[in-house]
């Protein structure tokens, strides 16, 4: 080993006066100060920088501000995941005593913390149709803190009455907390409208290559937000800083790749819908979806990424159709560079009886679609022979 590294002296890092276009990764977990004046000075906020990694650390920072700005929102939190940042709006604005209403579809982890983990802790809650207000303020009990809603539901796509919600939460001082991550901040702002926190799973399509797991949150009162943020620094909730950069790399294509795959989306809906051996299609902007007024008012008539439908026949017909597309990956995730498949019956809604998955319409039929980037005709012919594949089974 060289001489100058047996008293375990760090190296010094090259400066240089240029400065490098990308980030650069900063995974120290510890920060030296000059001297305890200085570091007084840094706890005491008089002066900023970084003491330790999960109290903070500069790629977390760097991808708070991206998300911030694409939400319209200052302060928002980067988390480990996007359970953290679900995690992180329910807990640190809920105590023993409050009462918190869910969203009747809400993605399987967020119903999870709800209906097991938070009454253990005293936290009682209740779940109402987030398509219908009165449904929710139905809910409400003299004790409710927050209501959760997600914009677009798992995996039938229904769009959420956000409006509505906003002001019955304004009108009866509700916390009202909306998971954007099927909509992404390019189809709706939650917090513009009203809205007092917007969470995200970054992991999705904000990072968008199934390489970073990462949740964000954002509030639009000051307090909540510290709340928020000193909570995820107590229970660990922080990002690693590699994580942090790859999402940060993804934002910068965010636009174009939202773009390319809502135009997809679009495109693949219609022609699901025109084959043979498809029952329905669901997707928001198309006139036949059970919300279609509502996303053309709410989300500006796009219908976003993601596609569910169905086709005739039992899992026999399922796996026909996931086995005669290859390049499409069969895997439980949504927001990837390419085209994902999911098979609710399976995965995400596995636990539910037969009869509760027949209510929503998951037939072994059922499929949901995270719509990638490739190009659409190439995407359409990929369907085509699956649907065909499971008309033959
Ligand atoms: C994936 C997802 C989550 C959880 O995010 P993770 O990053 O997997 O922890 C929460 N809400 C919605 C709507 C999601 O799709």
Same mark, same amino acid.
């Given at each position: 080993m060289a001489d100058q590294n047996r008293g375990m002296r760090r190296a010094t890092f090259p400066t240089s006066v240029s400065r490098p276009v990308a980030s650069p990764i900063q995974p120290s977990v510890v920060y030296a100060s000059p001297d305890p004046d200085a570091l007084d000075r840094q706890y005491a906020g008089e002066a900023s920088g970084y003491t330790y990694a999960r109290e903070g650390h500069p790629n977390a920072d760097v991808l708070a501000g991206l998300l911030d700005q694409a939400e319209g929102a200052t302060g928002g939190i980067v988390t480990g995941s996007g359970m953290a940042a679900v995690s992180a709006a329910l807990l640190a604005n809920l105590s023993a005593g409050d009462h918190a209403v869910g969203a009747d579809q809400l993605y399987g982890r967020s119903l999870r913390l709800m209906k097991e983990d938070l009454p253990r802790l005293g936290i009682s809650t209740s779940f109402a149709d987030p398509t219908d207000v009165s449904s929710i303020a139905a809910a409400l009990r003299p004790e409710t803190r927050i209501i959760l809603i997600e914009?677009?539901?798992?995996?039938?796509?229904r769009v959420a009455d956000v409006e509505g919600i906003i002001r019955l939460g304004n009108d009866r001082g509700v916390l009202v907390a909306v998971d954007n991550t099927f909509t992404t901040p390019r189809g709706l702002q939650p917090l513009a409208l009203g809205a007092d926190i917007v969470i995200h %799973?970054?992991?999705? @399509?904000?990072?968008?290559?199934?390489d970073a797991t990462l949740g964000y949150a954002a509030a639009a009162d000051r307090d909540v937000a510290e709340r928020m943020s000193v909570l995820v620094q107590t229970m660990g909730l922080t990002p690693s800083p590699f994580d942090c950069w790859l999402a940060e790399r993804g934002m910068y294509t965010f636009d174009l790749r939202y773009e390319r795959a809502t135009a997809n989306a679009a495109r693949l809906a219609d022609a699901l819908a025109e084959m043979k051996g498809v029952e329905r299609v669901l997707y928001p902007a198309r006139p036949d979806h059970p919300d279609h007024n509502r996303a053309t008012a709410l989300l500006a008539g796009e219908g976003g990424h993601m596609v569910s439908f169905e086709v005739k026949g039992s899992r026999d017909a399922a796996n026909a159709l996931v086995r005669a597309m290859p390049d499409i990956a069969f895997a439980p995730?949504?927001?990837?560079?390419g085209t994902t498949l999911s098979h609710?019956?399976?995965? %995400?809604?596995?636990? @539910?009886t037969p009869e509760e998955r027949d209510a929503l319409g998951i037939s072994e039929g059922f499929f949901r679609v995270s719509v990638g980037c490739e190009s659409a005709e190439t995407l359409i012919e990929r369907f085509r022979r699956g649907v065909e594949a499971s008309r033959s089974a």
């Open positions: 914009t677009v539901s798992n995996p039938t796509l %799973s970054v992991t999705k @399509l904000l990072a968008g290559h199934s995730t949504l927001g990837d560079i609710p019956a399976t995965s %995400s809604h596995r636990a @539910l």
